[in-house]
């Protein structure tokens, strides 16, 4: 029996790492400002000034999750931006000063906001050295240091890879490039390390941190870029001055409220939530591998975040598994999608070495503040039965 | 009632085929296949057309899923289609989407999904004889699409259902808009799918080496020189590009020594067309099949003999890499490639 429409009953969201459910309080912070507290923060008035009290305070509490101080917080639409800002900002701005530094160095399985920026920058005559990874998911520290040195502009390594949780070497790579490369800009892309890690420490050896409120439980189109005193970067926009300079229009004070919300709640809760959600994931993994002959997981256990799990069921193609568990009401993902909504072959899984068809056999699961243990029972209840009947169907 | 999933191009017929089937009553999932990931700004895969499909499905209320198909396509479809272009034929990339694609990989995921069939919006019709299911010639003859799904016999029909070809297209563009469906009034789509720019001739001369050579008469004589083969098709008569009297037609495309033959149109004229792939759906073919060459075509009378086709009546060739196929009245008894 396939496809029954999922609304017909309770979803189970395994999906975390794409998005999050909005946190009650951030969405209650948010409100004023989506009503009555309607001033541009930039204005000289009663109005204006409301907003960019609130605006100021939103930013402290930002800067503070990040171990940051305020004015080094520049709020943006969210992680692509930011992460667009961060290489391409830096990039223009090292080279501006000096026209033979013209390398960037990146992880091989970087997020696209980091890769495409790096494709531009490479158009706009940079040459691009990818770090290559391990079989484990983490980057191979010795490809990246070998690429360093003093031609080199930005180096951009995310804190955590978004679709198999591994969390990345960061203050070895930050040694070796204050060692190797010591005027270049160190990013990292720290969105999927925000909900589980302590972000100020983890990202602390680095220039530029990108960050995004939806995975946390902020709203969509909200993030931040941690610029530190003395990095510099390039607007990529222009207009008039907001953000000191750097990310200029009318700042979206609803959004960063909700962004500065979200990010407290986390960081209150990351401990005991991390614990938590890592007990619900580890008993959802060892439930599929016992179930699912053959099956197996993507990504280093021993250096993965709370909430993923990417798994892999042998002879099963993830777009018919995707399928049939969206009709049985579970929501995963596998690879990354495209802008018509197709799932396109894991880059990640690739890089790590996944044999083409291993990494079409892969899901990823992932689960975030609002898991339950019935999420994990239903999941158990329901994946293995749906690999099971693609399973056994297949090779009729 | 069955579970069936209604591959929707984000066209106007894929569309009133998930509507229609919902309203018999069937269990109905929406799939858009993502075949191409070229540069397409207006092909089959656009990002639009998918909107338009999801949009559709939301007004249906019905599930809908993006499947990527785009290195099976390329494997199965696009870069045989360049190969056979760059060797003198003249395939025919529907057909053989139809096969490997619709009706093969989408049949197969469907399948392990538990879906019972696969819907489609093509303008033809599943006829169940005391022999099995058949495909027929649509009840829109302007709009019969028969032709290139002539390699579906009943050993997969039972798992297919074409609920638009029991309609004319103003029906189904009347029932589109009866329930207000966006696509009511969506230009056709015409032409190759994933050849959204420049034309077939530079689409096959990036992918493919285009080798220059002579063009003879067919007594040999040079008459002229060509860029490549790959611009040519076995009867076409246009842009041969040499200054002769009387109409000159392409008789003959030869790859190994890059050489057009041009003739007359009575150089053209075969008595019979050898078949490749052949399949037939049916134990009983009659004596006498009417063959159809050409995607709008009128039918001839022939007969098979063996892996041959035996016109009534002498023929002009049908070009290397075309479908034939079989019918007898508006049943599809079977089928094959042109040699």
Same mark, same amino acid.
């Given at each position: 029996m396939p496809p029954s429409p999922s609304r017909t009953r309770a979803v189970v969201y395994l999906d975390h790492a794409a998005t999050t459910l909005p946190r009650p309080a951030a969405v209650e912070a948010m409100l004023p400002f989506l009503t009555r507290v309607y001033g541009n923060p930039s204005g000289a008035h009663g109005v204006a000034r409301a907003a960019k009290t609130a605006l100021e305070e939103a930013r402290e509490q930002i800067a503070e999750a990040l171990g940051a101080r305020p004015d080094e917080v520049v709020l943006t639409s969210g992680g692509t931006e930011a992460d667009g800002l961060a290489l391409k900002g830096a990039a223009h701005a090292v080279r501006a000063a000096d026209p033979a530094r013209d390398r960037v160095v990146v992880g091989a399985f970087e997020h696209k906001a980091v890769l495409s920026s790096a494709q531009r920058l490479e158009r706009e005559g940079f040459e691009v050295t990818r770090a290559a990874v391990d079989a484990r998911g983490v980057v191979e520290v010795d490809a990246l240091a070998e690429a360093l040195d003093d031609r080199v502009a930005v180096v951009s390594l995310m804190a955590v890879n978004n679709e198999v949780g591994t969390v990345q070497p960061l203050s070895r790579v930050a040694d070796l490039v204050r060692e190797r490369a010591p005027s270049a800009v160190l990013h990292t892309d720290a969105v999927q390390a925000t909900p589980w890690l302590d972000v100020a420490a983890l990202t602390a050896p680095a220039d530029v941190v990108t960050i995004s409120a939806h995975k946390l439980g902020g709203p969509k189109g909200s993030g931040a870029l941690v610029v530190r005193r003395g990095t510099r970067l390039v607007p990529q926009a222009d207009g008039g001055g907001q953000e000191r300079g750097l990310r200029p229009g009318t700042v979206d004070v609803a959004s960063a409220v909700g962004l500065a919300a979200a990010l407290n709640e986390t960081t209150v809760t990351r401990e005991v939530e991390a614990a938590r959600v890592s007990t619900l994931r580890d008993r959802l993994a060892r439930g599929l591998l016992e179930a699912c002959p053959g099956a197996w997981c993507n990504g280093d256990g021993a250096t993965k975040v709370a909430g993923n799990l990417n798994v892999g069921f042998?002879?099963?193609?993830?777009?018919t598994l995707l399928v049939v568990l969206d009709s049985l009401g579970v929501c995963a993902s596998a690879g990354s999608s495209c802008s018509s909504g197709a799932i396109e072959p894991s880059h990640v899984l690739l890089a790590m070495g996944l044999g083409p068809d291993d990494a079409r056999a892969s899901i990823r699961l992932t689960l975030g503040w609002s898991s339950t243990d019935v999420d994990v029972d239903t999941a158990l209840e329901v994946i293995p039965r749906a690999v099971q009947r693609i399973t056994s169907r297949s090779r009729v | 009632m069955s579970t069936v999933l209604v591959a929707m191009s984000g066209g106007v017929d894929s569309s009133v085929a998930a509507a229609l089937l919902l309203e018999r009553g069937h269990e109905v999932v929406g799939m858009t296949l993502k075949l191409w990931g070229g540069p397409s700004d207006s092909g089959c895969c656009s990002v639009s057309d998918v909107e338009d499909a999801r949009r559709v499905a939301a007004q249906l209320r019905i599930p809908h899923y993006v499947l990527n198909l785009t290195d099976e396509f390329d494997r199965d479809v696009v870069s045989p289609y360049v190969d056979d272009y760059a060797a003198g034929r003249t395939p025919n990339p529907c057909v053989e989407c139809n096969r490997?694609?619709?009706?093969?990989?989408?049949?197969?995921?469907?399948?392990?999904?538990?879906?019972?069939?696969?819907?489609? !919006?093509?303008?033809?019709? %599943?006829?169940?004889? &005391?022999? @099995?299911? /058949?495909?027929?010639? =649509?009840?829109?003859?302007?709009?019969?699409q028969s032709y290139v799904l002539y390699m579906l016999g009943p050993g997969v029909l039972g798992r297919v259902m074409l609920p638009v070809g029991e309609l004319d297209k103003t029906a189904v563009r009347d029932h589109a808009r009866r329930l207000g469906l966006r696509t009511a009034d969506k230009a056709e789509s015409m032409d190759v799918?994933?050849?959204?720019?420049?034309?077939?001739?530079?689409?096959?001369?990036?992918?493919?080496?285009?080798?220059? !050579?002579?063009?003879?008469? %067919?007594?040999?004589? &040079?008459? @002229?020189? /060509?860029?490549?083969? =790959?611009?040519?098709?076995?009867?076409?008569?246009r842009r041969v590009g040499v200054a002769t009297g009387d109409r000159r037609y392409v008789v003959d495309l030869d790859a190994p020594t890059a050489t057009v033959t041009i003739g007359s149109r009575d150089d053209l004229l075969r008595p019979h067309v050898g078949l490749e792939g052949l399949v037939v759906h049916d134990a009983r073919v009659p004596d006498v099949v009417d063959v159809q060459v050409r995607a709008h075509g009128a039918p001839v009378p022939g007969r098979l003999d063996g892996t041959t086709v035996r016109f009534a009546n002498a023929q002009p060739r049908v070009a290397p890499g075309q479908v034939v196929a079989l019918y007898d009245g508006d049943v599809v008894v079977g089928g094959g490639i042109a040699r």
């Amino acid at each position: 029996m396939p496809p029954s429409p999922s609304r017909t009953r309770a979803v189970v969201y395994l999906d975390h790492a794409a998005t999050t459910l909005p946190r009650p309080a951030a969405v209650e912070a948010m409100l004023p400002f989506l009503t009555r507290v309607y001033g541009n923060p930039s204005g000289a008035h009663g109005v204006a000034r409301a907003a960019k009290t609130a605006l100021e305070e939103a930013r402290e509490q930002i800067a503070e999750a990040l171990g940051a101080r305020p004015d080094e917080v520049v709020l943006t639409s969210g992680g692509t931006e930011a992460d667009g800002l961060a290489l391409k900002g830096a990039a223009h701005a090292v080279r501006a000063a000096d026209p033979a530094r013209d390398r960037v160095v990146v992880g091989a399985f970087e997020h696209k906001a980091v890769l495409s920026s790096a494709q531009r920058l490479e158009r706009e005559g940079f040459e691009v050295t990818r770090a290559a990874v391990d079989a484990r998911g983490v980057v191979e520290v010795d490809a990246l240091a070998e690429a360093l040195d003093d031609r080199v502009a930005v180096v951009s390594l995310m804190a955590v890879n978004n679709e198999v949780g591994t969390v990345q070497p960061l203050s070895r790579v930050a040694d070796l490039v204050r060692e190797r490369a010591p005027s270049a800009v160190l990013h990292t892309d720290a969105v999927q390390a925000t909900p589980w890690l302590d972000v100020a420490a983890l990202t602390a050896p680095a220039d530029v941190v990108t960050i995004s409120a939806h995975k946390l439980g902020g709203p969509k189109g909200s993030g931040a870029l941690v610029v530190r005193r003395g990095t510099r970067l390039v607007p990529q926009a222009d207009g008039g001055g907001q953000e000191r300079g750097l990310r200029p229009g009318t700042v979206d004070v609803a959004s960063a409220v909700g962004l500065a919300a979200a990010l407290n709640e986390t960081t209150v809760t990351r401990e005991v939530e991390a614990a938590r959600v890592s007990t619900l994931r580890d008993r959802l993994a060892r439930g599929l591998l016992e179930a699912c002959p053959g099956a197996w997981c993507n990504g280093d256990g021993a250096t993965k975040v709370a909430g993923n799990l990417n798994v892999g069921f042998p002879g099963v193609d993830a777009q018919t598994l995707l399928v049939v568990l969206d009709s049985l009401g579970v929501c995963a993902s596998a690879g990354s999608s495209c802008s018509s909504g197709a799932i396109e072959p894991s880059h990640v899984l690739l890089a790590m070495g996944l044999g083409p068809d291993d990494a079409r056999a892969s899901i990823r699961l992932t689960l975030g503040w609002s898991s339950t243990d019935v999420d994990v029972d239903t999941a158990l209840e329901v994946i293995p039965r749906a690999v099971q009947r693609i399973t056994s169907r297949s090779r009729v | 009632m069955s579970t069936v999933l209604v591959a929707m191009s984000g066209g106007v017929d894929s569309s009133v085929a998930a509507a229609l089937l919902l309203e018999r009553g069937h269990e109905v999932v929406g799939m858009t296949l993502k075949l191409w990931g070229g540069p397409s700004d207006s092909g089959c895969c656009s990002v639009s057309d998918v909107e338009d499909a999801r949009r559709v499905a939301a007004q249906l209320r019905i599930p809908h899923y993006v499947l990527n198909l785009t290195d099976e396509f390329d494997r199965d479809v696009v870069s045989p289609y360049v190969d056979d272009y760059a060797a003198g034929r003249t395939p025919n990339p529907c057909v053989e989407c139809n096969r490997h694609v619709k009706f093969g990989l989408l049949l197969d995921r469907a399948h392990d999904m538990g879906f019972d069939a696969v819907a489609t !919006g093509h303008h033809a019709r %599943v006829v169940h004889t &005391v022999r @099995g299911p /058949h495909i027929a010639r =649509g009840i829109d003859r302007a709009k019969d699409q028969s032709y290139v799904l002539y390699m579906l016999g009943p050993g997969v029909l039972g798992r297919v259902m074409l609920p638009v070809g029991e309609l004319d297209k103003t029906a189904v563009r009347d029932h589109a808009r009866r329930l207000g469906l966006r696509t009511a009034d969506k230009a056709e789509s015409m032409d190759v799918c994933f050849i959204t720019r420049g034309g077939r001739e530079q689409f096959i001369g990036e992918r493919a080496p285009m080798v220059p !050579g002579t063009i003879r008469d %067919v007594s040999g004589r &040079v008459v @002229g020189t /060509h860029a490549g083969i =790959g611009r040519f098709t076995v009867g076409q008569r246009r842009r041969v590009g040499v200054a002769t009297g009387d109409r000159r037609y392409v008789v003959d495309l030869d790859a190994p020594t890059a050489t057009v033959t041009i003739g007359s149109r009575d150089d053209l004229l075969r008595p019979h067309v050898g078949l490749e792939g052949l399949v037939v759906h049916d134990a009983r073919v009659p004596d006498v099949v009417d063959v159809q060459v050409r995607a709008h075509g009128a039918p001839v009378p022939g007969r098979l003999d063996g892996t041959t086709v035996r016109f009534a009546n002498a023929q002009p060739r049908v070009a290397p890499g075309q479908v034939v196929a079989l019918y007898d009245g508006d049943v599809v008894v079977g089928g094959g490639i042109a040699r």
